[in-house]
Structures are given as structure tokens and as C-alpha cells.
């Protein structure tokens, strides 16, 4: 493979800045396209993931509650199919699920030739082009997504962290990465939004210890009707933690992680096992909250059974995903005409199989322009070619995440005055620990985790070091070693001899006291944005219908690498807390610590002489990053992007720094804030009407 | 086997074997649903005659061990150490607990052959979700059979 020629980091100054910093009411306010005729829809979507369904549910029900309300006929043009919308065809992917012979987060949605997807078993030595992404390194970048109605929630995990207040100030406080241009306390009534309005957390602000002074203050609600006196309530009760949580809260309840900083100077954290918020169905904690359970089978899910594979599919769908609003959607605002006395409505369109292509635009280099179209190919997998259409609307809204964003926004030459587009891309470095307890503790049982240590997330200690969350996992060493398969080859043996080394009851037993020991650990490292780390778009790359694959470059900075030590040396102390500091190696079991690095893997990484692994965590961030100034920064705190105004850019790729949460409710939250600005300028186009 | 006893069919054979190598009771076998399934899959895979020679040595074993009363001493010597089985032992283990056949040791193949069936596979959805694994591990299998809300915040089944 060769290089593609590089644009600078430095973007070119425009020779004429177009008052970018003026944002107003689109530049069509009737909502007729250039050329003065009607647009097909009101607004249409990319992408069919949690970022559409927030904002067009929320431009639905803002619009209608509006004086005067208005209705918007909208289109979701959704690049996967649609098969999970009813319930036995989901039914379909949890049994694709159980007989794939490896079981990552895509096994359960096949991959279209039409609409490919990443997926983690393509993840080789760089530069590689084996999979959907072209990753040219120095490092893979390690993380996938799903490409099919309902996005990437379909196999998400579903944790639900806020972002703490100094995360959006990281320049600010700690000379780092950039200032976000809203505060922690603008998001606030959005996070609430996103946490009871779409996807339904579970959590109590009781059990929430997080390295802040107040964390009830923190949590607290403006909204006093409903909250009383402002104090915070999840809308269901926190998932219970599981055993292993508390076996572990037990042993570590007196630690006192100590880590030396380059100065020698000691920085203490008190480990606290913490209770996640999570997207998964518990008890409501108000008779009026609804509980939403499966799409078309309203009454499974709606609590979490325990199935324990909420990665990659919850067969109960107890956990969110995004089908269950865009669901709601189209059942409320259907797609076929008003019937005689029906009140004025909504209508939303999802059309599946049908990849955008392109962003057409009127937009120079250097100068404002508007998006005039864009173009898609709906394809049908029977022989029959793909068809090209192009679709017009008054507003037009990208949400295909992160880096599918990037790569149409490249591809099309468009918003990209800045030049970074495709910049910045972040993901949560995870560096696994892994160990085998003295005692049962149960593993295997219950969701991916429920509890974690909020202690690393926040400190002085930044200036030098990225911050980590540390999640603990319940499903023993599923992740870092394939086990509970790996664990059965290791006693039954066979190899070259053939033969077994361990059968009937004592490996019945063994197992039996081996595998509920396993835990595991993920140092979930933050990232800063770096402009270097980028997607781009290579002609000499493109998928069957001809789109343009990803391009990655990445790399972790010595910022992030920083914190690999202190990661380790983290574990090494809570390891020590457990009672398995000595350090042991598969096929032996016994009590201890299991974690190691091997060089060759493709995710190796060196740091001061010392090789770690890092995995990605699939939290694919920052490539359309928001800002005040329009020469730096890509989107504008509503995501409409600066450069063409009846555009939004709209998902985790707007999102300018990360911090140590996961991103998805985040994003929620920005994406309620864009559907509320959305519907207030639908309402005063209709007012000039 | 006593006088006049019906000679016990190869299924029998093959579920007798299954119980000895899995630890894991008839009842709780049959409970799977699977001997069926595996039994078919080991036919297909390794070929009815090498599978009729299996069930030989293996019945003659097992009614030694019987007769022995305790252990699983005539089974080893003749089935699990016999370089002729000792790779099929290992991947129907393997088959029990996990739901998936693991192709037979390069040493089998070169002395027996091999059959287009003998790659990695999961046997069936079933079969996944019955690996004895789970139910060794006092858990259940991931993505199914599900517990019930909370139950993993309870001690586990294993504990004694
Ligand atoms: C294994 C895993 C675990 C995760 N766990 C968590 C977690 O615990 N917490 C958390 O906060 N986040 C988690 N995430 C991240 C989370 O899933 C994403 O942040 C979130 O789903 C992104 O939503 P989105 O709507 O922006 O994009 P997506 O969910 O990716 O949806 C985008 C949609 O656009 C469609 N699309 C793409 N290209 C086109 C095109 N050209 N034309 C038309 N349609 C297109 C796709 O098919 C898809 O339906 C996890 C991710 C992974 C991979
Ligand atoms: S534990 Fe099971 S039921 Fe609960 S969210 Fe995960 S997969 Fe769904």
C-alpha cells in the first residue's frame, strides 16, 4: 500500500471568511432548495443509529408542541437492513449469534457486501487493508461498529457515565486537548433528557461515587416539579451489582491506590467500587415512567434477565437500542397519508438498504455554501444492480457516526473549511488486567459489568497523564483470554499427543472452581484529540457500491501512553488487595495474576521499554469536532456545521474531547440539543410562511 | 453384561461413553437434548466403521470398569490412551462442553484420513446453548437461559 499525499494540519486560512460566526435561521428560511423548488422532505437523516432517532423524536415532539406547531415529513435513509424491527427476525440474529464459532460484537449482523462494516477479527499488523477499513497505522485502530437499522446500540454495552465537569475544560484546567464550548451544566437538563426521555438509565445517585466535591450537587435537577427539591432520580433503580462487585468492594474496602508522578510526588485515590448507570430495563422509580421492552414484543425486556451477552446482542432486548425510538416513531408517524379526521401529523419515512453516497453542496473552498441534495443507491442483494436516487430537504442531517460522517463529509469535499474533518478521531484505549480470585466469586453471570472504580477519573495529575475509568468485567477472562473455550483446551489438552489430558468428573469439578474465579479489568484510558489521528478518503479504496472506505491513521500520544503505567501500577496494587499478586500464566491455574503482554500482538504498544496491549472500546469519537471558532472547529454547539448552515453533523464525532465516560450518552444529550434547535427553526420557517 | 441381556446399541454405547468422559449424568445428557445430534456428528465425522470400532473397545472398557466396581482404568487404557481414539476422546469432550467440534489431531488425520466435516464448527444454536461449560461453571450460557433479574448479585450455586 501506498501513502496518500497529506493535507497539512494546519488548515488554509480562506481568503474571505464568510462571517462564520453568525449562526441564524438557515440561509432557505421557506425551506425551498436553490433552485426554488419544494424539497422532497423537511429534514433527512443519514444513518439509522441512536443519533437519528434522538434528534428526529425530538424535532417530532418539540415541532407539534410548538406555536404554531408544525408537522415535518422526515427521511431516514438507513445503509444496513431492517431486519431486527420485528421480533422473530430478531430472534434471527440471537440465534446467528449463538452458532458463530467466534463471538465479537458483529457476529450476530451479517455484513452486507453493499454496506460493509469493521469488524475486530480484521484487526491485523498495519498497514492493513484486510477488512472495511484501510488502517495505515502506526496503530490499528481497534474498535468496530454495526452497519444495519438501530446502529451500533444493537451491540453496545450500554454503560451510561456523565461527563464530569472538568472534562469539558481540559485546556482550561489542565493545559490540554481544548475547551468544549458548552459547560458541564448546559448539558445538564440534556443529560437528564437523554437519561428518562430516551434511553432509560438505571442508577442511584446514592451509590455514584465519582472524584468530585458534591456529587448529589452534581446530580442535582433544576426541574423541582419533578424532581423533589431538585434531587436526582434515575428513571429505573440501579441493576443490582453482582457478587463479584461486592466480593471485590469487601477486599478493597481500606485501599489507597498510591501512584508517583515524574516529580516523585504521590498522588492517593480511594478505591470506591462505584455502581454504573446503565442503559438496561430495571424497577421505574415513579409509577408514570414507562419501561420500554422489546421492538414489536412490548412485553419481554423489560427488565434485565441476566442473559449475559449484552455484547453482542441482548436476546431480550432489555438493554436500549436505538430500534426501540425509531420504532415509536414510525408507529406513531407512519408513513402513508393522513386518513379522513386524522389530526395533522408527523411523517416519518425509514428506508433501509439505502447508502448515502454523497453530500452535494454549493460550498467553495474558503466560503459558505448550502447542501443541495445528497445522493444515495438503494441496493437489494438478489441480483437486481443498485439504483442511484438523490433526495433534496430543507434541512439535512448526518448521523452515520463518526467516522461513516468523516468519510461522506471527505468524500463530497464538504464542511470542511477548518480542515478537520476527519481529525481528532479518539477512542478509550482499554489496557485489560486479569486475574484469578482465591475465592468463588461467581463469574459469568449477569451484564457485561455492573460496577466500576470512578477514582482515576479526575485530578491534578492530568497535566501529565490521561485519566482512566476502570470497568470491572462479570464475565471472567471472556475477553482477554476466549475463555470459558480457552479454559476446556487447557484441562482436556489434546495437542499433538491427542490426548486427553483431564475428562469426566474431575474436569467437571475443575472447572467448576476455576472459571468462577476469573475476573478481568479494563483501564479504560481517556485519548486527546490529536490532529494527526485522522480518517481520510483514498479513491483507490472503495466498497462495492463504489463509496469511499475508511482511511485510518492513529496512534496514541505520549499523553495517553503516560497512563500506562499508572494503569498497571493501579492494578498491581488492587491485584495486591485481592491476594493475587503473584503472577501466573495459562495452562496453570491457580490464584493470581494472569495479566501479560506479548510483543507480537497487533495491538502491542511500547512505552519506556515496556510492552502493553491496548483494545479499543469502540467509543469512536471526535471527527467532526465542535466549536465556537469556525477555523478550528467543524460543527457549532447545535452540531449545524459552520460552513454550510442547513447541515448538521450530528453524533460522538462532535464531541471535541472525551473524557473518561463512555460517549453515547453525551451524544444523546447534544443530539436532544440539536432536535430542539432543529424544531424551533422548522417553527419560524412555518411562521414566515 | 449379564446372560441373556439385549446387547446394548451403539447410541447406548456412545451415551455411556459420553457420561464417563463429561462427568455429567445420563439424565442430565439426555436433559441437553443433544445425544442425538452428537451422535450423528460423530458418525458423519469420524465414519460409522472407525465409530463401530470406537463403541467396541469402549463397551468392552466400560463392562471391565463395571465389573472393577470404581474408577475408569479399563476406559483409559483402552479408549483414552489407545493412539487409535485418543483424539476423538478430546474433541467429543470438547464437543460436550462447549457445543462445537474441534477438528481431530494432525496425527489422526494422517493415519485415518479426514472427512470434509472435520473443521471447527459450532454443532448447532442448541448445541451452543447446552455446552456443559455453562453448567459446570454454576452459570448459565451467555446470551441464553437467563436467570432472572438480579440473580447474579446472589451467591453463587457452586459454593459449598
Ligand atoms: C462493542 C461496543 C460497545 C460499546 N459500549 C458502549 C457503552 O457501554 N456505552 C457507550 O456510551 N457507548 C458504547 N459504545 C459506543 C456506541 O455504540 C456508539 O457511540 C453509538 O452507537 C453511536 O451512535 P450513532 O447513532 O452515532 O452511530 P451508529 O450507532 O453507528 O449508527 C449509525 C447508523 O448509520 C448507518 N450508516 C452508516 N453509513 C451510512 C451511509 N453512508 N448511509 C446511510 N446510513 C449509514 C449505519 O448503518 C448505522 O445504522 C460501544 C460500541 C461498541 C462497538
Ligand atoms: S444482562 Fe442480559 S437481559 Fe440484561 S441487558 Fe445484558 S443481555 Fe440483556
Not at chain 1, 401 to 420: D, W
Not at chain 1, 522 to 545: G, I, K, M, S
Request: glycine content about 8%; overall charge negative; aromatic content about 8%.
Amino acid at each position: 500500500m501506498s501513502d496518500t499525499p497529506d493535507t497539512p494540519d494546519t488548515p488554509d486560512t480562506p481568503d474571505t471568511p464568510d462571517t462564520p460566526d453568525t449562526p441564524g435561521i438557515p440561509e432557505l428560511p421557506d425551506g425551498t432548495t436553490v433552485d426554488g423548488q419544494s424539497p422532497d422532505y423537511d429534514i433527512v437523516f443519514v444513518g439509522g443509529g441512536i443519533a437519528t432517532a434522538t434528534v428526529a423524536k425530538t424535532v417530532v415532539e418539540k415541532a407539534a408542541a410548538q406555536t404554531p406547531p408544525v408537522y415535518p415529513r422526515i427521511l431516514i435513509l438507513e445503509a444496513g437492513r431492517a431486519t431486527a424491527m420485528s421480533a422473530d427476525k430478531y430472534d434471527t440474529y440471537v440465534e446467528a449469534y449463538q452458532e458463530a464459532p467466534i463471538k465479537v460484537p458483529n457476529s450476530p449482523y451479517p455484513a452486507s457486501r453493499s454496506a460493509p462494516q469493521p469488524d475486530v477479527l480484521d484487526i491485523a499488523e498495519v498497514p492493513s487493508d484486510k477488512g472495511y477499513f484501510v488502517q495505515k497505522g502506526p496503530m490499528p485502530f481497534g474498535s468496530d461498529y454495526a452497519r444495519s437499522l438501530g446502529g451500533t446500540t444493537l451491540h453496545w454495552l450500554g454503560t451510561c457515565l456523565r461527563m464530569l465537569p472538568n472534562d469539558f475544560q481540559m485546556r482550561t484546567k489542565y493545559g490540554r486537548g481544548v475547551d468544549w464550548p458548552l459547560e458541564y451544566t448546559d448539558l445538564k437538563p440534556y443529560y437528564e433528557r437523554a437519561e428518562w426521555d430516551i434511553i432509560g438509565v438505571s442508577a442511584n445517585v446514592e451509590h455514584q461515587y465519582y472524584p468530585i466535591k458534591n456529587v448529589e450537587k452534581y446530580f442535582e435537577s433544576a426541574d423541582e416539579k419533578k424532581m423533589r427539591k431538585g434531587r436526582y432520580l434515575f428513571p429505573m433503580e440501579e441493576i443490582p451489582s453482582s457478587y463479584l462487585d461486592d466480593y471485590m468492594a469487601k477486599l478493597c474496602a481500606d485501599l489507597t491506590v498510591e501512584l508517583k508522578d515524574d516529580d516523585n510526588k504521590t498522588h492517593t485515590f480511594p478505591v470506591r467500587v462505584t455502581n454504573t448507570p446503565v442503559a438496561r430495563n430495571s424497577t421505574p422509580t415513579k409509577p408514570d415512567y414507562q419501561v420500554v421492552g422489546a421492538v414489536g414484543n412490548a412485553d419481554r425486556g423489560t427488565r434485565c434477565e441476566g442473559n449475559s451477552s449484552c455484547i453482542p446482542i441482548c436476546p431480550a432486548q432489555a438493554k436500549y437500542n436505538a430500534l426501540k425510538t425509531l420504532y415509536d416513531l414510525i408507529v406513531k408517524y407512519p408513513d402513508r397519508p393522513l386518513k379522513k379526521g386524522e389530526k395533522p401529523r408527523a411523517v416519518v419515512t425509514v428506508r433501509s438498504q439505502s447508502v448515502v453516497m454523497s453530500v452535494e453542496h454549493t460550498q467553495e473552498k474558503g466560503k459558505k455554501g448550502t447542501v443541495t441534495g445528497l445522493t444515495y443507491k438503494t441496493y437489494y442483494e438478489d441480483g437486481t444492480p443498485a439504483v442511484p436516487h438523490t433526495v433534496t430537504a430543507g434541512t439535512y442531517v448526518l448521523a452515520a457516526n463518526a467516522i461513516e460522517n468523516a468519510t461522506l463529509l471527505l468524500a463530497s469535499e464538504a464542511a470542511n473549511n477548518s480542515g478537520q474533518v476527519g481529525r481528532n478521531l479518539m477512542d478509550h484505549p482499554l489496557l485489560l488486567t486479569w486475574g484469578l480470585l482465591e475465592d468463588n466469586a461467581g463469574a459469568y453471570r449477569g451484564p457485561g459489568s455492573t460496577s466500576g472504580i470512578a477514582a482515576f477519573r479526575d485530578g491534578e495529575f492530568r497535566k501529565e497523564r490521561t485519566a482512566f475509568r476502570v470497568e470491572i468485567g462479570n464475565w471472567g477472562w471472556n475477553f482477554p483470554e476466549n475463555a470459558p473455550y480457552d479454559t476446556v483446551h487447557d484441562l482436556v489438552g489434546g495437542g499433538t499427543d491427542g490426548q486427553a489430558r483431564m475428562w469426566g468428573k474431575e474436569l467437571r469439578d475443575t472447572l467448576g472452581a476455576i472459571l468462577p474465579r476469573q475476573f478481568r479489568i479494563a483501564w479504560e484510558l481517556e485519548q486527546d484529540p490529536e490532529a494527526t489521528n485522522r480518517v481520510t478518503v483514498d479513491d483507490r479504496y472503495r466498497d462495492r457500491l463504489g463509496k469511499n472506505r475508511p482511511v485510518i491513521q492513529y496512534d496514541l500520544s505520549d499523553y495517553v501512553k503516560s497512563a500506562l503505567p499508572w494503569a498497571a501500577e493501579a492494578s498491581r496494587q488492587l491485584f495486591a488487595a485481592l491476594g493475587i499478586a503473584n503472577p501466573v500464566r495459562r495452562p496453570v491455574y491457580e490464584p493470581g495474576d494472569y495479566t501479560h503482554y506479548d510483543a507480537d500482538d497487533a495491538a502491542a504498544v511500547e512505552h519506556d521499554g515496556v510492552t502493553y496491549w491496548v483494545r479499543g472500546a469502540g467509543h469512536v469519537v471526535g471527527t467532526h469536532r465542535m466549536g465556537d471558532d469556525p477555523w478550528n472547529s467543524v460543527v457549532d454547539t447545535h452540531q449545524r456545521s459552520h460552513d454550510l448552515p442547513n447541515l448538521y453533523v450530528v453524533g460522538c464525532g462532535s464531541m471535541p474531547t472525551l473524557g473518561t465516560s463512555n460517549p453515547t450518552l453525551t451524544m444523546t444529550a447534544l443530539a436532544i440539543r440539536t432536535g430542539d434547535h432543529i424544531a424551533e427553526n422548522l417553527s419560524r420557517k412555518a411562521d414566515q410562511k | 453384561m449379564s446372560e441373556g441381556a439385549q446387547p446394548p446399541t451403539p447410541k447406548q454405547i456412545f451415551t455411556d461413553l459420553s457420561v464417563r468422559l463429561t462427568g455429567f449424568d445420563r439424565a442430565e445428557l439426555a436433559g441437553t437434548g443433544m445425544i442425538d445430534t452428537y451422535y450423528d456428528t460423530l458418525l458423519r465425522i469420524i465414519g460409522e466403521r472407525e465409530a463401530g470400532q470406537l463403541f467396541r473397545y469402549a463397551a468392552e472398557a466400560l463392562a471391565d470398569d463395571r465389573r472393577v466396581g470404581s474408577g475408569d482404568a479399563a476406559l483409559e487404557q483402552k479408549v483414552i490412551e489407545n493412539p487409535r481414539f485418543a483424539a476423538v476422546v478430546v474433541s467429543l469432550i470438547k464437543l460436550w462442553y462447549l457445543g462445537s467440534w474441534y477438528p481431530l489431531a494432525g496425527d489422526y488425520r494422517d493415519d485415518n484420513g479426514s472427512t470434509a466435516d472435520d473443521v471447527e464448527h459450532v454443532v448447532s444454536a442448541q448445541g451452543y446453548r447446552e455446552g456443559l461449560v455453562w453448567t459446570a461453571a454454576g452459570a448459565h450460557p451467555m446470551g441464553a437461559k437467563p436467570p432472572g433479574f438480579g440473580s447474579w448479585a446472589e451467591p453463587p450455586t457452586l459454593i459449598s
